[in-house]
């Protein structure tokens, strides 16, 4: 009976590791594969079933049969970095002001405003996209990098504050009370006192903010046209009637590898209880 | 000293208010007027477009597939997410191997996975017919029949967003104190027994949490269908995101498709808040008593 449920949990979980890990070895044969090795049907190993090559890897840097993507690359990173670090800052400090102080404006309170913040979450991106577009032409700023990052903004915002209400809650207000007796302002206090205290919770809030930038699609595609396209928009470009895989498939690896490493980040801290507070 | 407190909020709230309730009230205005290419600009036509919405059977229909489609990719993901949460929470070798792997799909982005996706699924060239050719179940239509397309979408949504799910339960599940599972074996429950009577019940609150953030964001699908199989064959895979996306940004609908955003907002906002309330009446407040 025990040997049993032993065999069956270790079944369930090579069964998904399985399926979780196909789609990548997938994609690593296919980047090493010529247009033949395509066409001659599915296959995963190389030199034994294959002949490999370095085509489509050379592909992302102009070479032929590809798309350059060291452009698109440049634009995700600092669009991402700089939407994310923006977002984080204006989050943390909408998140204490509204966990430390009462904010009243006629019927509006605390509890409304952080509800307005993250409740932008639901907002589907196709209801916001035609105004964008629209808003982003008049001020000049369409298929540029600042456009996008204003609208990165604003979408990773609700992320922030999301995390880091969650997390300024847990902090004693007698931290702060000791601070201001001790002469300091709200300011002051906010930067010498609370925030060293809330450092699990900047990285996880940063790492939230990091992956969905990086990971979207949608705005960075109805925003851009030519000059300021990121890195997935230059991807799915490549998926046309005749895709080339091979570089597709290097392309995919090269835009999907930085952000898997921070699956260790984010189970270092499942291990240690440090993401019980953000769940709550 | 308190004036100081406005330094912290306003800034944050100023430009969400900026860039997005703006846009958003702009929206409600473009959807009274009959926008498009042929008649750029805003003019007075009612609620023209809310007719002729009325009548529109691909926008509703779109909108039944992606409730059929969320809550269906949902439900899967929870009970999945829920099972190898359970799996790699104790007493299992290299957990923390198997931890970062089950949490690697949602770091990775979903279109440049979607593309890859359509590679796998790929008819005559792709490696998953061959594989269940091997296993006697046959190559399979995927991509080309409605129905496989849209089970195709559904997996790619599986695997994609799992792990999510995953996340959040296992660290529910780690955050469990231990005295109730002592007692549970003090008593001589069974595993089974333990799960039904201490661990769902406890995992509760986390579970209609984990639930609800993915049901939003599986309301909005689009990503997925668009780079699949762009809504085919016919329109048998067609979100309501895309059906909006192909009126107002192909052909250039604005009026009409401001009118298709905001209703989808509303129905989606009253669904989300409607699912709320049953999921906390039945697995938080029904768990209690």
């Given at each position: 009976m025990r040997t049993l449920?032993?065999?069956?949990?270790?079944?369930?979980?090579?069964?998904?590791?399985?399926?979780?890990?196909f789609p990548f070895l997938w994609m690593l044969s296919t980047s090493f594969k010529t247009q033949n090795a395509v066409t001659g049907g599915a296959t995963w190993l190389p030199w034994v079933q294959y002949e490999p090559s370095l085509a489509g890897w050379k592909a992302l840097f102009g070479g032929a049969g590809g798309v350059n993507i060291v452009k698109p690359y440049v634009n995700s990173l600092v669009v991402t970095g700089s939407a994310s670090v923006i977002a984080l800052v204006l989050g943390t400090l909408a998140a204490y002001g509204l966990s430390r102080f009462t904010f009243r404006a006629g019927p509006i309170r605390n509890g409304d405003i952080t509800f307005f913040f993250i409740s932008q979450r639901i907002m589907p991106p196709i209801v916001l996209a035609i105004p964008f577009f629209l808003m982003l032409r008049w001020l000049g700023l369409l298929d540029s990098l600042p456009g996008l990052i204003l609208v990165y903004v604003a979408a990773l915002m609700p992320i922030a504050v999301w995390v880091m209400v969650d997390f300024f809650n847990t902090i004693p207000r007698a931290l702060d009370e000791m601070a201001w007796m001790d002469g300091c302002t709200p300011v002051t206090t906010f930067c010498r006192v609370i925030l060293p205290n809330v450092l699990p919770g900047l990285v996880v809030a940063g790492m939230f903010c990091l992956i969905f930038g990086w990971n979207d699609f949608f705005f960075a595609f109805t925003l851009t046209f030519t000059q300021a396209q990121l890195l997935p928009v230059s991807i799915v470009a490549l998926n046309s009637s005749v895709t080339p895989w091979w570089s597709l498939s290097a392309a995919a690896i090269v835009s999907v590898a930085p952000l898997a490493v921070l699956a260790f980040v984010v189970e270092r801290f499942l291990s240690r209880g440090g993401l019980a507070g953000a769940v709550r | 000293m308190y004036r100081q407190k406005y330094i912290f909020l306003l800034p944050g709230l100023l430009v969400l208010i900026a860039v997005i309730l703006f846009p958003l009230i702009f929206t409600i205005r473009v959807s009274f007027s009959s926008w498009d290419v042929y008649n750029p600009g805003l003019n007075n036509a009612g609620g023209a477009m809310y007719a002729r919405m009325w009548e529109d059977s691909r926008y509703w229909e779109a909108l039944w597939r992606l409730s059929l489609l969320a809550v269906s990719t949902v439900l899967m993901?929870?009970?999945?997410?829920?099972?190898?949460?359970?799996?790699?929470?104790?007493?299992?070798?290299?957990?923390?191997?198997?931890?970062?792997?089950?949490?690697?799909?949602?770091?990775?982005?979903?279109?440049?996975?979607?593309?890859?996706?359509?590679?796998?699924?790929?008819e005559s060239l792709g490696p998953l017919n061959p594989i269940l050719d091997a296993l006697g179940i046959g190559a399979q239509p995927w991509l080309s029949q409605p129905g496989f397309a849209f089970a195709a979408v559904m997996i790619v949504e599986i695997w994609q967003w799992t792990p999510f799910m995953f996340l959040l339960l296992l660290a529910g599940l780690l955050s469990l104190p231990s005295e109730p599972f002592l007692a549970a074996r003090v008593d001589g429950?069974?595993?089974?027994?333990?799960?039904?009577?201490?661990?769902?019940?406890?995992?509760?609150?986390?579970?209609?949490?984990?639930?609800?953030?993915?049901?939003?964001?599986?309301?909005?699908?689009?990503?997925?269908?668009?780079?699949?199989?762009?809504?085919?064959?016919?329109?048998?895979?067609?979100?309501?995101?895309?059906?909006?996306?192909?009126?107002?940004?192909?052909?250039?609908?604005?009026?009409?498709?401001?009118?298709?955003?905001?209703?989808?907002?509303?129905?989606?906002?009253?669904?989300?808040?409607?699912?709320?309330?049953?999921?906390?009446?039945?697995?938080?407040?029904?768990?209690?008593?």
């Open positions: 449920y032993l065999a069956l949990k270790y079944l369930a979980v090579t069964l998904w590791s399985a399926f979780v890990i | 993901q929870y009970v999945l997410g829920f099972g190898l949460a359970l799996l790699v929470w104790r007493e299992i070798a290299a957990r923390r191997f198997f931890r970062v792997l089950f949490l690697v799909p949602m770091m990775t982005t979903p279109v440049v996975m979607s593309v890859i996706w359509r590679t796998i699924f790929h429950a069974g595993p089974i027994r333990t799960f039904l009577s201490v661990t769902f019940p406890m995992m509760g609150a986390i579970s209609v949490g984990a639930i609800l953030i993915r049901a939003i964001e599986a309301s909005k699908i689009m990503e997925t269908v668009y780079v699949l199989t762009s809504g085919g064959p016919g329109t048998s895979t067609e979100t309501v995101s895309y059906y909006i996306y192909i009126r107002g940004m192909r052909d250039f609908q604005i009026g009409y498709s401001a009118a298709l955003s905001l209703t989808y907002l509303i129905i989606m906002a009253v669904a989300l808040t409607l699912i709320a309330k049953a999921l906390v009446r039945l697995m938080v407040r029904g768990a209690q008593a």
